[in-house]
């Protein structure tokens, strides 16, 4: 089994801060706009760099919404910057109508998303983001998984066209994807391969993944990790392959387990291929204070709760 | 002057009959922006007669009150966007003439959905600095109700307008002081627009008979000279729901329902054919 390491910690909302930059250098109709948190979306270097292709336009997220809306006609190719609670259920009907229905070429970044935006608690934290957008017709759902991830996937985004919502968080986390990675939107990557079971896991949560998967290797227990970054469009193929390998998965992601990308995987699979899976996610609740490593463990989202998953789905499988 | 009097009586024509077709949709607010919407369109914008969403080089409009579709879809057919016997289609099922005015079905002449009130404005915000990037001198014009204005949003755009010096916008409010469940006064009084836009920092123009043909004319150009002045610009432009037609006018009541038969054939006879119906 391939083994993943890493030499540094850092967190995905520097991958974004450092994409943005370089599309700044590299693509004169990309324009940013930030609700007041330049600093924890790390917007600073596009800022200083590109400052007439910058908005500040306060705490007014609605109106952001809105702007980055009427940008996108004169040509732009804006990227709107806050946390994914504020860049979501506080402004869904303006993403709705004005961004989603309306075709506009918004990109919506949103940092801190869920529990591990730690001691601020449930008013900030949101675990419903992908489930509000994987619902709006027409928009791609992203959710990387570390900073290299994450500052590929923000260059990549500008050259598509269409809504697209990226999902990225506040905590350093091991940084152990390849640094000149080409990130395609849709496409699942294998991050091992496995025979007994088939773990599915997208955000701060792959990493997780594939702890888990040593700690399954010891036990005797094969499994292949797969990365989803792309939740919509999912990348069924990859799946389907690997559950026909396996017969049986395990997804895992920081969300409720309501609307998130194991409802996504549970629908692919019993249209076309009915697999035993089971969910780390939340359970249909908020979250609280207290630290990311605390919050991940209270709510069972690391690898641990990834291991019990997989031994619990194994017994299912026939 | 009288051709674009004739227009506008022709619009109402076409308002009437859009809605009256499919028994729904709303014909007061339309009826009352008919004078407004044929003059901008025809003697105030600087606009290409060939649509592209871009509006590179042209004055571009915004509905943000998208319920009074019936009369933009008469103005922009009117104005060769596309065929006028598709106002035919009206509300029906696989138009491009939705309830209310969208991009989905591509319809040109329309460059955002609107319907869900009060998020014109910030969409014309974005446009005007769009504009501004690709160095462009032409100007943005939008439209928004009076209730429209209880909605929020708005007066977050109407703060950032005038904080970031946005100049090459004109936002029309129509002041006809009622929505759908009465006066505007009594549903929620808001009172002087005029002093809340100044407060904010706009410059605003009013225009006392919305219905009039030349106040409008007079009132746009004074607006249009006013651009470019590190100040947003707001026209105040006062009109009456349901204008032109005697049993429409003075009430709320046709905000959002459709005349019967023997209703549409007096409102039509009160506005004789003119350039022809669809």
């Keep these: 089994m391939k083994k993943y390491t890493y030499t540094e910690k850092k967190d995905t909302r520097s991958g974004f801060g450092a994409g943005l930059a370089e599309l700044g250098r590299t693509n004169p109709n990309v324009v940013a706009l930030c609700a007041d948190l330049i600093g924890s979306l790390k917007m600073n270097e596009f800022i200083d760099e590109n400052p007439e292709r910058f908005f500040q336009i306060g705490i007014a997220e609605a109106n952001m919404m809105g702007i980055a809306a009427g940008l996108t006609i004169g040509g732009k190719i804006p990227f709107t910057g806050t946390f994914a609670n504020f860049s979501t259920g506080r402004v869904y009907d303006q993403i709705r109508q004005s961004i989603a229905y309306s075709n506009k070429n918004v990109k919506i970044c949103a940092s801190h998303a869920g529990l591990t935006l730690g001691e601020d608690g449930a008013t900030h934290q949101i675990l419903e983001d992908i489930g509000l957008m994987k619902m709006l017709p027409g928009m791609v759902v992203i959710n990387t998984c570390d900073y290299n991830q994450t500052k590929a996937a923000t260059i990549a985004i500008a050259d598509y066209k269409g809504p697209v919502y990226l999902r990225f968080g506040r905590p350093s986390v091991p940084v152990f994807t390849p640094e000149d990675q080409v990130f395609e939107i849709g496409k699942a990557i294998n991050l091992t391969n496995g025979s007994d079971v088939t773990i599915v896991a997208t955000g701060h949560l792959v990493w997780e993944a594939l702890k888990a998967s040593e700690i399954l290797l010891e036990r005797g227990i094969s499994a292949e990790v797969i990365n989803i970054h792309t939740i919509k469009p999912l990348d069924k193929n990859s799946i389907l392959k690997s559950v026909k390998k396996t017969g049986c998965l395990v997804s895992a992601e920081e969300h409720n387990h309501l609307g998130g990308l194991g409802e996504s995987i549970s629908r692919i699979l019993s249209l076309e291929h009915p697999t035993p899976q089971e969910f780390v996610a939340t359970n249909d609740t908020f979250g609280e204070s207290g630290t990311p490593a605390q919050l991940m463990e209270k709510y069972g989202l690391n690898a641990d709760s990834i291991v019990k998953k997989v031994e619990k789905v194994l017994k299912r499988k026939k | ?278």
């Design chain 2, 1 to 278: 002057m009288l051709e674009l009097q004739e227009l506008t009586t022709q619009v109402r024509r076409d308002i009437l009959r859009m809605v009256h077709k499919v028994n729904s949709g709303h014909p007061g607010g339309s009826l009352g922006c008919a004078e407004f919407l044929v003059v901008l369109y025809n003697k105030i914008m600087d606009r290409k007669d060939c649509f592209e969403m871009n509006g590179h080089g042209e004055d571009l409009f915004f509905l943000s009150n998208g319920h009074i579709s019936p009369v933009f879809y008469s103005v922009l057919a009117r104005a060769g966007y596309f065929d006028v016997n598709e106002l035919n289609t009206f509300r029906l099922l696989n138009s491009r003439l939705q309830g209310h005015p969208t991009t989905h079905e591509g319809l040109p002449g329309i460059r955002i959905a609107s319907g869900s009130l009060g998020q014109g404005l910030s969409v014309a915000i974005g446009a005007a600095e769009a504009k501004k990037l690709n160095n462009d001198s032409k100007v943005i014009y939008s439209l928004h109700g009076d209730g429209e204005l209880q909605e929020g949003q708005n007066w977050e755009a109407i703060m950032y307008a005038s904080a970031k010096n946005i100049d090459n916008i004109i936002a029309t409010i129509d002041l006809n002081g009622k929505q759908i469940d009465g006066a505007t006064d009594d549903v929620l009084p808001m009172g002087s627009i005029k002093n809340k836009f100044e407060s904010f920092g706009w410059i605003v123009v009013e225009i006392n008979n919305g219905n009039n043909i030349q106040d409008i004319i007079n009132g746009m150009e004074k607006a249009k000279s006013l651009t470019n002045n590190k100040k947003p610009v707001c026209v105040l432009l006062k009109t009456m729901m349901g204008n032109g037609v005697d049993f429409m006018m003075h009430t709320h009541a046709w905000h959002g329902k459709a005349p019967n038969d023997d209703q549409l054939k007096s409102a039509l006879a009160q506005n004789p054919e003119t350039v022809g119906d669809y």
